[in-house]
């Protein structure tokens, strides 16, 4: 098979990444009118509500795999023109959601109110919090079942229509939230959620049953496969537990700084997330189009995938650097006007356009890797950047009193040796293991 032609390469990742994005905007911005609303009900119901999201998104975040490990493994059958393959490992990721998500479900349902009094540090509150999470546990099995039609729908070029079926379920629970909030109070707010997930889930299960049930293929659960999907989710869920362990440690050493400190640590944290999400999108478009370069077997297009999301990954990471470079006050405007946040900010405000210019090549290199289902070395160089490289400067930070710059330090610094660790990697092409093998789960 011919090569594929950079410039299709590059109308192809705008085609899936567009969408993509907007699937994982979809999320934060509901989450910002669901806070909008509850904190109408006074400061309880937000500090619960806050204790309860945290815990719901810390379950959910480190079942990504259901999503990318999914897509990794799609795209290889949909490459290699074995589109019921594909959606195959749809149906035994929906399985593992399912199953997975239940016993999440049982567990949260059961100690919600311990973990919620934990995290909040107050009783009340925490039984506050634990009703809205009784409740939102049954959205759980539903967040891993859309998680896994993202994954498989990915992974046949097809990111249109998971943004369609997100939205058909966001628009209805956006609508109820703030009549249930009326009725109910901060349970009318997890019952909105669970309706707009509900709904969601919902269609994809419609979606993965028509499509299915075109090649007359077993719904019945296949342990070798789902064992590979495990394995493969394995190493993503580590990495993703190396992320939580240094975002916590890093807000638990701003905190010994002072308030000031605190708030400017979490105003550039939310805007590095914002940012992520332009920059995943992309990195999304690079799995989906790797995998299926190198399910047809060829390695040489795999890479010419890989250059062309970096390219446009770095465009992107660098024009949102100048904004933010150019803009910087502006920016912080929007967020907060205390002199003494805005002062703070100064120093690790550079840091953190550093981090969005490297960010841009990490993210588009970290796709390709993933699209060969390299999570092992992913998992490895996160754990050690995260773990070896962050983490002692940030303890560093707190010991030595390099204040929230130090912090920052650290954060640029896992960057950095995630930037070398994936180009190096990448232009080794040790990752370019074609065919519809399992590629690299180990």
């Known amino acids: 098979m011919a090569h594929t032609q950079p410039a299709n390469v590059g109308r192809e990742i705008l085609r899936l990444a567009l969408p993509a994005l907007g699937v994982l905007a979809a999320n934060p911005l509901y989450l910002l009118l669901d806070t909008a609303v509850v904190g109408r009900l006074g400061t309880a119901e937000l500090a619960a509500l806050a204790a309860g999201a945290a815990v719901q998104s810390t379950v959910t975040t480190q079942l990504t795999f259901l999503s990318y490990g999914t897509t990794a493994r799609s795209s290889r059958f949909f490459g290699a023109g074995r589109r019921e393959d594909a959606v195959a490992e749809g149906v035994q990721a929906t399985w593992v959601a399912l199953a997975v998500g239940t016993v999440l479900a049982l567990i949260v349902g059961v100690f919600a109110e311990p973990i919620a009094t934990a995290l909040s540090g107050h009783v009340d509150t925490g039984a506050l919090a634990a009703t809205w999470m009784r409740v939102s546990a049954f959205a759980v099995p539903l967040t891993l079942v859309i998680m896994a039609g993202n994954g498989w729908m990915r992974g046949v070029q097809n990111t249109r229509l998971p943004f369609l079926l997100t939205l058909c379920g966001l628009v209805p629970g956006a609508v109820a939230l703030p009549l249930l909030v009326r009725r109910f109070g901060l349970v009318g707010s997890a019952l909105a959620n669970l309706l707009g997930m509900g709904i969601t889930a919902a269609l994809f299960l ?43 440690t890093a807000a638990a050493v701003a905190g010994r700084f002072g308030v000031a400190a605190l708030a400017a640590h979490q105003l550039m944290l939310q805007l590095w997330n914002f940012l992520t999400l332009v920059l995943d999108s992309l990195a999304i478009a690079a799995q989906t189009l790797t995998g299926s370069a190198l399910g047809r077997g060829g390695a040489g297009e795999a890479r010419a995938v890989g250059a062309q999301a970096l390219r446009y990954s770095m465009i992107f990471g660098v024009g949102l650097a100048a904004v933010f470079a150019v803009f910087g006050r502006q920016i912080q405007g929007l967020f907060t006007d205390d002199p003494e946040v805005v002062d703070t900010l100064h120093a690790p405000w550079w840091l953190l356009i550093a981090m969005i210019v490297a960010g841009g090549a990490v993210f588009a290199l970290d796709g390709v890797l993933l699209g060969a289902s390299d999570a092992a070395f992913l998992r490895n160089l996160t754990l050690f950047s995260l773990l070896g490289v962050a983490l002692p400067i940030i303890l560093a930070s707190g010991a030595f009193g390099w204040g929230l710059t130090g912090i920052w330090v650290g954060q640029l610094a896992q960057v950095l040796a995630r930037l070398v660790g994936v180009v190096w990697r990448f232009r080794s092409m040790r990752w370019a293991v074609a065919g519809v093998s399992d590629g690299r789960t180990e």
């Open 206 to 248: 419609v979606v993965l049953t028509r499509e299915h049930g075109k090649y007359g293929g077993s719904w019945a659960p296949r342990w070798d496969v789902i064992r590979r999907q495990l394995v493969l989710g394995r190493d993503l869920i580590v990495r993703s537990l190396s992320f939580q362990v240094s975002l916590l």
